[in-house]
């Protein structure tokens, strides 16, 4: 009987670990997550072993779009839907154990995201594909 609790214990841990309020595959080994609430949107990296996630674009993600190398995305920060900021993110310089400023250029202006996209050489055919303004302006809470 005890090994039974032990064993119903452990999965029940583990799926309530692994349960998200949203989650979207991008490319590669990244992700769309949102872990308890909608306003928890961010840009997270798979681990290899399956087992986790590193965030690399932090709340509220609301758009985003990606190629088969960068992932661009819009962000209020803190839920303020008043402010948007802009990232680029580059998995070509990512890794498990790399800091996230390795790869991640931002928070950006508009203006500073346009340059910096044109410095990265980053095509103008990638635009923001996935909008979730709609699911931030409805009603629910979560």
Do not use: W
């Amino acid at each position: 009987m005890r090994h039974y609790i032990i064993a119903l214990t452990c999965l029940f841990f583990f799926n309530s670990c692994h349960q998200f309020v949203y989650k979207k595959h991008l490319m590669k080994d990244y992700y769309l997550l949102a872990v308890d609430s909608k306003y928890d949107m961010s840009v997270a990296l798979e681990l290899k072993d399956k087992t986790a996630y590193i965030g690399r674009i932090d709340e509220t993600v609301f758009e985003v779009g990606f190629d088969d190398r960068f992932i661009i995305a819009k962000q209020y920060p803190e839920g303020q839907k008043d402010m948007i900021r802009y990232f680029i993110l580059d998995s070509n310089k990512d890794t498990e154990l790399a800091e996230v400023e390795a790869s991640v250029f931002g928070p950006l202006t508009e203006t500073d995201f346009l340059e910096k996209r044109k410095s990265l050489g980053i095509s103008e055919e990638l635009k923001f594909t996935i909008n979730l303004k709609e699911m931030f302006n409805s009603k629910a809470k979560n």
